[in-house]
Each structure stands twice: as C-alpha cells, then as structure tokens.
Nanobody, 124 residues
C-alpha cells in the first residue's frame, strides 16, 4: 500500500509562488507514474501536471503551462509541483496521485493512490 502525503499549500497573493511536495511511502520500488490534480469548489477534478515513471514524459495543462513545473526526486521518493505567477483561478485543493505502471493518465479513476490534498488559495 503506497501512502502519499502532500505539503506546501497555503495562502499567497497573485503573482506569488508555492512549491508543493508529495512524499511517497510504502512499496515504492514498484513503477508508478505520478500526477497533480486540483479541484475547485463546484468543479470536477482536473489534471494539472503529470510525469511518467523515470521522468521521460511529462504533461502540463494548458491553463498552467509556462507557470507550473512538475519534477521528481527518486532518491527521496518525492514529487514536486513548482507553481509560479499564481492567479486567483489557481485556487483549489491540490491532490497528488500515483498510478501503477509507467504512463500517466488524465483520468482520475485510473490512479490507484491519492494523497489527502493540500489547499492553495491565491488572493487578488
């Protein structure tokens, strides 16, 4: 059983930056693609960024392209989401997710493990 724990959320002014971290524990020797999703009140959960196992393939949603970057540190079993130039519309609960296998997916139900979520609030 893989456990994911997010950290790094908080309140920031528009134009500011945050870095989210997702630490994985458990049988992390297996292959997992990792992703960051977000969900704002009244909206569906959406994929923000993803990275394949080994980091060969990454994805960034058009809405955050050029501002957000996903990266991983395999030695620390940690995935990061660097968020720059934050906007009020980035306000949401951000979730880390892991999917067995090498490839990421844009579909939330295809992920096997989820973190508890971390709130990001961007004030105007």
């Amino acid at each position: 059983q893989v456990q994911l724990v997010e950290s790094g959320g908080g309140l920031v002014q528009a134009g500011g930056s945050l870095r989210l971290s997702c630490g994985a524990s458990g049988p992390t020797f297996s292959r997992y693609a990792m992703a960051w999703f977000r969900q704002a009140p009244g909206k569906e959960r959406e994929l923000v960024a993803a990275i394949s196992w080994g980091g060969d393939s990454t994805y960034t949603a058009d809405s955050v392209k050029g501002r957000f970057t996903i990266s991983e540190d395999n030695a620390k079993n940690t995935v990061y989401l660097q968020m720059n130039s934050l906007k009020p519309e980035d306000t949401a609960v951000y979730y880390c997710a892991a999917r067995s296998g090498s490839n990421w997916s844009s579909t939330p139900r295809r992920y096997d493990y989820w973190g508890q979520g971390t709130q990001v609030t961007v004030s105007s």
